[in-house]
């Protein structure tokens, strides 16, 4: 069975973690689901309405930062 990436499940799942203030979290599920920066704006663009686009640029800085680690 192939492993889906970057779907919309997984985009609410990392938003209810930010939601959550779990940020550490949220980032390593970016990483685990491929989730980068363009990938969570065009989420971001289909309408999920639980976060801001502050959120999201924290979100793409702080997954960054635990993939380069």
């Known amino acids: ?5 970057r779907t919309g499940e997984q985009f609410e799942e990392i938003c ?3 939601i959550n203030g779990n940020w550490k979290q949220a980032a ?3 990483i685990e689901y ?9 989420k971001f663009k289909e309408g999920y309405s ?3 686009a502050t959120d999201l640029a ?3 800085e ?6 380069y680690k």
Do not use: I
């Open 58 to 60: 924290f979100l793409t």
């Open 50 to 52: 639980g976060l801001e």
């Open 62 to 67: 702080r997954a960054a930062e635990e993939r």
């Open 16 to 18: 209810e973690s930010v």
């Open 1 to 5: 069975m192939t492993k889906e990436y």
């Open 34 to 42: 491929g989730f980068y920066a363009a990938d969570l704006v065009e």
């Open 28 to 30: 390593n599920e970016c």
